[in-house]
């Protein structure tokens, strides 16, 4: 029952088309009896489909024409794939649209491998600057002084969030944010989805954010006053303790003092009694600047590559259709 199949063929998983399973085949393969083939008509230019069955558009409608009581049992059947409608160009036309798509496909995968390596970039620089491994010197070349170990408690204020009365709960932006855990913090950005009337433990903008709920160690900044729930805390610190923060965080330390075996926590003692590394305010100084100005790489290549996948997604709405 497995099939043999060839370059152009189209392949489909009858059981997660509803999710966009399909494709074209790009080299010789075998699949399983849970596909469905097809050979593409004199019509069809293979890579065209390729993208054209991948739109949200044609997606929706393999999920209306999909067989099943709940989505886990959705099947979509040969029967029902061939009603699926389509507006096809001519195989020019389809040719010329396929070398469009796929010269930004290559363009926004490049733009991605930067990103990439500036984030491995930066894993690297924080771990072997935390670690020591490497100093910044003085302006004549020396030497910054020995590091001093201290607790975040120490050189910090901590403020575990405390979660209002779900009464309280609104969708109303006019009232107070409310960050309840990781679901809150989103690649070190807030992203709300629930506002408070009621007001018990707040942070303030430019407070370091931090989830003591599973998943322990997510971290972000917060851009404005809000109220923080039991999941987070609220820390005073600096860009230099959220970057030592992201060394524990991306080096997994939190597991050593993480509590619970089924739900993951850490209490406002293990956040107080962490250990922490302290150069001089001088060195300090340099290490925050230059883990700033990183950032500012990473967020300006982030935007990059979102801004070049939403113009790819509205170019695919409105060249796609007649």
Request: glycine letters at 6%; proline letters at 3%.
């Amino acid at each position: 029952l497995y099939k043999h199949v060839y370059f152009g063929d189209l392949v489909l998983n009858m059981m997660r088309a509803w999710q966009g399973a399909v494709g074209v085949v790009k080299s010789e393969a075998m699949v399983s009896p849970a596909y469905i083939t097809a050979v593409p008509s004199a019509e069809l230019y293979p890579l065209f489909m390729d993208y054209y069955l991948r739109r949200d558009e044609a997606i929706g409608q393999m999920n209306n024409l999909s067989y099943g009581v709940t989505d886990f049992r959705k099947r979509l059947y040969w029967d029902s794939f061939v009603k699926v409608l389509c507006h096809i160009p001519t195989v020019a036309e389809q040719k010329k649209i396929t070398a469009f798509f796929t010269h930004l496909d290559e363009t926004i995968a490049l733009h991605q491998r930067q990103l990439d390596n500036y984030k491995q970039l930066k894993k690297s620089m924080i771990q072997k600057i935390f670690e020591q491994k490497l100093r910044f010197k003085d302006a004549d070349g020396n030497d910054y002084p020995k590091w001093k170990r201290r607790t975040l408690g120490e050189i910090s204020e901590i403020i575990m969030g405390q979660s209002p009365d779900s009464a309280n709960y609104t969708s109303n932006e006019q009232d107070t944010v409310l960050i309840q855990g990781n679901a809150d913090l989103n690649g070190g950005r807030i992203t709300p989805r629930i506002y408070t009337t009621q007001i018990t433990k707040t942070c303030e903008a430019g407070d370091i954010i931090l989830t003591v709920r599973a998943p322990v160690g997510d971290l972000a900044i917060a851009n404005t006053r809000a109220c923080i729930g039991r999941g987070v805390c609220a820390i005073k610190g600096d860009l230099y303790i959220y970057q030592y923060l992201e060394m524990i965080r991306d080096t997994d330390g939190w597991r050593k003092i993480i509590q619970g075996s089924t739900f993951e926590s850490i209490n406002s003692n293990d956040v107080k009694d962490l250990p922490i590394d302290v150069p001089s305010s001088e060195e300090r100084k340099k290490i925050a600047e230059f883990f700033k100005a990183l950032d500012r790489r990473i967020e300006k290549s982030t935007q990059r590559v979102e801004s070049m996948k939403q113009f790819r997604k509205g170019l695919m709405q409105q060249m796609f259709v007649e």
